[in-house]
Protein backbone atom coordinates (compact mmCIF):
# COMPACT_ATOMS: atom_id res chain seq x y z
CA UNK A 1 0.00 0.00 0.00
CA UNK A 2 1.53 3.35 -0.95
CA UNK A 3 -0.23 6.80 0.58
CA UNK A 4 0.45 10.35 -1.35
CA UNK A 5 -0.79 13.03 0.81
CA UNK A 6 -0.77 16.31 -0.54
CA UNK A 7 -2.29 20.07 0.22
CA UNK A 8 -0.40 21.34 2.78
CA UNK A 9 1.44 24.66 3.09
CA UNK A 10 1.52 27.90 4.70
CA UNK A 11 -1.51 30.44 6.44
CA UNK A 12 -2.26 33.09 8.65
CA UNK A 13 -3.99 32.71 11.68
CA UNK A 14 -7.61 31.75 10.74
CA UNK A 15 -7.25 30.72 7.14
CA UNK A 16 -8.33 27.26 5.51
CA UNK A 17 -6.05 24.34 3.79
CA UNK A 18 -7.47 21.32 2.65
CA UNK A 19 -5.31 18.21 2.76
CA UNK A 20 -6.14 15.12 0.30
CA UNK A 21 -4.24 11.41 0.06
CA UNK A 22 -4.80 9.04 -1.81
CA UNK A 23 -4.31 5.33 -0.79
CA UNK A 24 -3.11 2.90 -3.66
CA UNK A 25 -4.08 -0.82 -3.10
CA UNK A 26 -4.09 -4.19 -5.31
CA UNK A 27 -7.41 -4.91 -3.77
CA UNK A 28 -10.00 -4.07 -1.64
CA UNK A 29 -10.04 -0.76 0.65
CA UNK A 30 -8.34 0.08 3.89
CA UNK A 31 -11.28 -0.32 6.75
CA UNK A 32 -9.93 3.50 8.57
CA UNK A 33 -8.07 6.02 6.98
CA UNK A 34 -7.55 9.38 8.30
CA UNK A 35 -4.66 12.13 9.65
CA UNK A 36 -2.14 12.46 12.13
CA UNK A 37 0.24 15.62 12.76
CA UNK A 38 3.75 15.89 14.73
CA UNK A 39 4.85 19.23 15.22
CA UNK A 40 8.84 19.40 16.47
CA UNK A 41 9.23 18.08 19.43
CA UNK A 42 6.12 16.13 20.37
CA UNK A 43 4.68 12.99 19.74
CA UNK A 44 2.78 12.23 16.64
CA UNK A 45 -1.56 12.21 17.76
CA UNK A 46 -4.13 11.65 15.70
CA UNK A 47 -6.12 14.37 14.31
CA UNK A 48 -8.63 12.20 12.36
CA UNK A 49 -10.07 9.19 11.63
CA UNK A 50 -13.02 7.94 9.59
CA UNK A 51 -13.93 4.18 8.76
CA UNK A 52 -15.65 2.75 6.13
CA UNK A 53 -19.03 3.10 7.43
CA UNK A 54 -18.31 7.03 8.23
CA UNK A 55 -17.69 7.09 11.45
CA UNK A 56 -15.33 9.83 12.31
CA UNK A 57 -13.18 10.05 15.72
CA UNK A 58 -11.25 13.70 15.91
CA UNK A 59 -9.07 15.03 18.46
CA UNK A 60 -10.78 17.78 21.10
CA UNK A 61 -8.27 19.76 19.57
CA UNK A 62 -9.81 20.04 15.90
CA UNK A 63 -13.00 19.68 16.99
CA UNK A 64 -15.36 22.39 15.09
CA UNK A 65 -12.46 23.10 12.53
CA UNK A 66 -11.64 20.17 10.82
CA UNK A 67 -13.78 18.16 8.74
CA UNK A 68 -12.91 14.44 7.36
CA UNK A 69 -14.40 13.15 4.23
CA UNK A 70 -13.93 9.58 2.10
CA UNK A 71 -13.78 8.89 -1.18
CA UNK A 72 -14.27 5.20 -0.82
CA UNK A 73 -14.53 4.10 -4.45
CA UNK A 74 -11.22 5.99 -4.63
CA UNK A 75 -9.45 4.91 -1.58
CA UNK A 76 -9.11 8.88 -1.05
CA UNK A 77 -9.74 10.64 2.23
CA UNK A 78 -9.82 14.72 2.81
CA UNK A 79 -8.91 16.96 5.84
CA UNK A 80 -10.91 20.35 5.54
CA UNK A 81 -8.66 22.47 7.96
CA UNK A 82 -10.66 25.94 8.71
CA UNK A 83 -10.33 28.29 11.38
CA UNK A 84 -6.44 27.38 11.50
CA UNK A 85 -4.06 27.94 14.57
CA UNK A 86 -0.43 28.38 15.01
CA UNK A 87 -1.05 25.38 17.14
CA UNK A 88 -1.89 23.71 14.30
CA UNK A 89 1.71 24.05 12.62
CA UNK A 90 2.55 20.44 12.12
CA UNK A 91 3.73 17.86 9.82
CA UNK A 92 0.52 16.15 8.85
CA UNK A 93 0.50 12.31 8.14
CA UNK A 94 -2.25 10.14 6.18
CA UNK A 95 -2.62 7.01 7.36
CA UNK A 96 -4.55 4.09 6.40
CA UNK A 97 -5.50 0.89 8.19
CA UNK A 98 -6.57 -2.81 6.09
CA UNK A 99 -6.52 -6.59 6.52
CA UNK A 100 -2.40 -6.25 5.70
CA UNK A 101 -1.82 -3.60 8.04
CA UNK A 102 -0.98 0.17 9.16
CA UNK A 103 0.43 2.51 6.38
CA UNK A 104 2.05 5.62 6.61
CA UNK A 105 1.83 8.52 4.02
CA UNK A 106 4.59 11.19 3.44
CA UNK A 107 4.37 14.18 5.24
CA UNK A 108 2.72 17.19 4.40
CA UNK A 109 3.56 20.72 5.90
CA UNK A 110 1.18 22.66 7.65
CA UNK A 111 2.34 26.15 8.78
CA UNK A 112 0.04 28.94 10.58
CA UNK A 113 1.37 32.06 11.20
CA UNK A 114 -0.45 34.20 13.67
Known amino acids: VQLQASGGGSVQSGGSLRLSCVAS????????MGWYRQAPGKLREMVAIMSTGRITSYADSVKGRFTISRDNAENMVFLQMDSLKPEDTAVYYC?????????WGNGTQVTVSS
Open 95 to 103: HARSIGGNY
Open 25 to 32: LRSGRPDV
